[in-house]
């Protein structure tokens, strides 16, 4: 079965750093480019970002809301993908979900998303 | 970049078709065939309904389908069924590199 599994949310306060991960399994991870996705509660969908495959050179892209704070990353080895949050704001509060991004920038496979709230 | 956008709210009934638009710019929607659509209901994680403007994956209905012109696209749900009910959202990769979503449309089956 493919499947994306999130993990890593939870409390943080304004200011601290935290680390999700994303756990792939039922398909080839190394062939595909990873993507985050967040949505506030009761809000809309906001991307995060993503990371290329290696065989596009394995190099990222990040929304300006997030570009020198968050970074993703990624372990073919594990079948992870990483969101590295640092410095997080109030406004970061969301459900973050970890997906597959095809060659034409569609995502198609989802996980079931982590909460993330930063809170003092 | 700013968000695309897409009507707050749509309705219809049973049997009727809707169409929800996405209008951007000539740097996103108008200027790739990269364009999806996604369909969230509450509590859950969304789902690709539409790629590459018009494409439908395995396994979606043939009631939706896509298309666009210059910088607006459409999703179009035909045959509408109580199922359909649920938010909408789409999005376009951007000459930034970047992707961007529609803020969503709150479709109600009436």
């Known amino acids: 079965e493919v499947q994306l599994v999130e993990s890593g949310g939870g409390l943080v306060q304004p200011g601290r750093s935290l680390r999700l991960s994303c756990t792939a399994s039922?398909?080839?991870?190394?062939?595909?480019?990873m993507s985050w996705v967040r949505q506030a509660p009761g809000k809309g969908l906001e991307w995060v970002g993503f990371?290329?495959?290696?065989?596009?050179?394995?190099?990222?892209e990040y929304a300006a809301s997030v570009k020198g704070r968050f970074t993703i990353s990624r372990d073919d080895s594990k079948s992870i993908a990483y969101l590295q949050m640092n410095s997080l704001k109030t406004e970061d509060t969301a459900v973050y979900y970890c997906?597959?991004?095809?060659?034409?920038?569609?995502?198609?496979?989802w996980g079931q998303g982590t909460m993330v709230t930063v809170s003092s | 970049q700013s968000a695309l956008t897409q009507p707050a709210s749509v309705s219809g009934s049973p049997g009727q078709s809707i169409t929800i638009s996405c209008t951007g710019t000539?740097?996103?929607?108008?200027?790739?065939?990269?364009v999806s659509w996604y369909q969230q209901h509450p509590g859950k994680a969304p789902k690709l309904m539409i790629y590459?403007?018009?494409n439908r994956p395995s396994g979606v209905s043939n009631r939706f389908s896509g298309s666009k012109s210059g910088n607006t696209a459409s999703l179009t749900i035909s045959g509408l069924q109580a199922e359909d009910e649920a938010d909408y959202y789409c999005s376009s990769y951007t000459s930034s590199s970047a992707v961007v979503f529609g803020g969503g449309t709150k479709l109600t089956v009436l």
């Open positions: 990371i290329r495959s290696k065989a596009y050179g394995g190099t990222t």
């Open positions: 000539s740097s996103d929607v108008g200027g790739y065939n990269y």
């Open positions: 997906l597959t991004m095809t060659t034409t920038f569609a995502f198609d496979i």
């Open positions: 590459e403007v018009s």
């Open positions: 039922g398909f080839t991870f190394g062939d595909y480019a």
